[in-house]
């Protein structure tokens, strides 16, 4: 069975590129029926954040990304850490290190003078004399001094590292008993079935010590799958101008969990020229082995693009649901229908559509000051007044077409253009020169509104033409 896992550290926010690995290691597990593991690794205990664990969890109850049995805190397992760090201890596989902090940055200035590479000397591989007064030992582990480390990478293929070049024997728990990163990674893998690893090539480096632990303790290897980064339009590392930012910044932005996942999964991997992919489609077709080996390139126009397929092809009700995280309350609007099908396929994100609803919804009390000039000339205001009387002697007025019935009355009677009376209305309705067709705001609004938005525009502009 495919055992993958989403491990991040609590000391910052999910952001883009974690996510992306999070997406790609639950697709593999649901494609093949396995199972999808979400550990917290906060041993970190000086940089911990529980409000960046809060975060984590909240990203993934928005994304829909259901891991599989309870979540795992590293800082609960210290016990296990400890019982395979005297395993490795009594084995002979690790040592107490006495060396102190001032005797190894002595050390590396020498080799650094020398331009060699800064590594541990192994002084106390061996150590069988007495332990010096007044230092908390270290506990290293005996990594190999030569020969070399493979890793068959599903991705980037046969790496080879030579044990000479890259490993010394690093430091598995800390002066004070707390283990390290490589080491509890290596222990919690094994331990938890993790038998597919899918994560970013920045920790590329480290899959060579993980195997030293993995070999030490008799532990089965995993499947390696390094992704490759995402990089800005200038092929850097993304910043948070970029798109590097918290990922519960895209919910605020007006971003639907759909399109960003979409978003994602396009990022370093493909099926074909296809764009668009439902979830039981990413599942189906998604294989890490088929992940790009070059960075991928966060563009923000495909990320709206996407955005507004969604947005698009949404059922309203549901969007109306949507809509109320950005505290727009349309659910029992009776006109909801016409409002979003008018509205939401012009909208990149809900953000824009929620600003566009309650620019429609809400009773203008300013107006442009350009669009006042532009539409509010000649007989602009005795062309409301006739609009506003018509519309006042109509009853049954539901439907945008009622409506445009009504302008088509006062253009034929008064032989003006539709521009002599859409301008103006359109003024007095929203307060700028665009939105959607006058017809459907006035359907939605209905007419009591309509007439008091008119009566507001002729008063304020007969009140500024006075003065």
């Not at 990089?231 to 798109?243: C, Q, T, V």
């Not at 969990?257 to 991997?269: D, H, I, K, S, Y």
């Not at 294989?287 to 080996?293: E, F």
Request: hydrophobic share 40%.
């Amino acid at each position: 069975m495919v055992v993958t896992r989403f491990a991040p550290s609590p000391t910052g926010y999910l952001h883009i590129g974690g996510l992306r690995t999070a997406l790609f290691s639950y697709l593999w597990a649901r494609k093949n029926g396995g199972k999808f593991v979400l550990r917290i690794e906060d041993t970190d205990k000086a940089r911990n954040s529980e409000e960046a664990t809060e975060a984590i969890l909240k990203a993934f109850e928005w994304l829909g990304l259901e891991a599989d049995g309870e979540i795992t805190y590293q800082s609960k397992r210290d016990d296990i850490y400890a019982k395979y760090i005297k395993q490795l201890l009594d084995e002979g596989k690790a040592y107490k290190c006495y060396m102190s902090k001032e005797e190894l940055a002595e050390l590396r200035e020498k080799q650094m003078a020398n331009k060699e590479r800064t590594k541990y000397d192994g002084r106390y591989r061996d150590f069988t004399g007495t332990p010096p007064e007044g230092v908390e030992p270290v506990i290293r582990i005996k990594a190999p001094l030569s020969g070399e480390i493979v890793v068959e990478d599903g991705v980037k293929g046969r790496i080879s590292f030579q044990a000479e070049d890259i490993l010394d024997d690093f430091v598995i728990a800390r002066a004070d008993g707390s283990p390290t990163y490589n080491f509890v990674v290596a222990v919690d893998d094994a331990l938890m079935g993790i038998n597919e690893v899918i994560r970013g090539d920045d920790h590329l480096s480290n899959t060579p010590k993980q195997i030293v632990v993995y070999e030490a303790l008799g532990f089965e290897i995993p499947n390696f799958y390094h992704v490759p980064m995402i990089h800005n339009s200038a092929g850097k590392k993304l910043s948070k101008r970029d798109g590097a930012t918290d990922v519960m910044a895209y919910k605020e932005m007006g971003y639907t969990p759909q399109a960003l996942l979409n978003f994602l999964v396009r990022l370093g991997w493909s099926h074909g020229d296809q764009e668009i992919f439902s979830m039981e489609e990413m599942i189906a077709l998604f294989n890490p082995k088929d992940i790009n080996k070059s960075a991928s390139i966060y563009n923000t126009e495909k990320l709206d693009w996407l955005n507004a397929h969604y947005i698009k092809n949404t059922p309203n009700a549901e969007l109306a649901e949507m809509l109320t995280e950005y505290g727009v309350m349309l659910t029992s609007h009776d006109k909801k229908e016409i409002l979003l099908d008018a509205l939401k396929e012009r909208a990149k994100t809900l953000k824009e559509l929620a600003t566009q609803v309650e620019e429609i919804v809400t009773t203008p009390t300013s107006y442009d000051a350009k669009a006042v000039k532009k539409a509010f000339k000649g007989n602009a205001i005795e062309v409301l007044n006739t609009f506003g009387a018509k519309l006042s002697a109509t009853d049954e007025l539901h439907l945008p077409v009622d409506y445009h019935t009504v302008m088509e009355s006062v253009v034929n009677e008064m032989e003006i253009g539709f521009g002599k009376i859409g301008q103006p209305l359109r003024v007095a309705l929203l307060g700028k020169l665009s939105g959607p067709g006058l017809d459907i705001v006035m359907a939605v609004i209905g007419k009591e509104e309509t007439m008091l938005r008119v009566a507001n525009a002729i008063t304020s502009q007969s009140v500024t033409s006075s003065v």
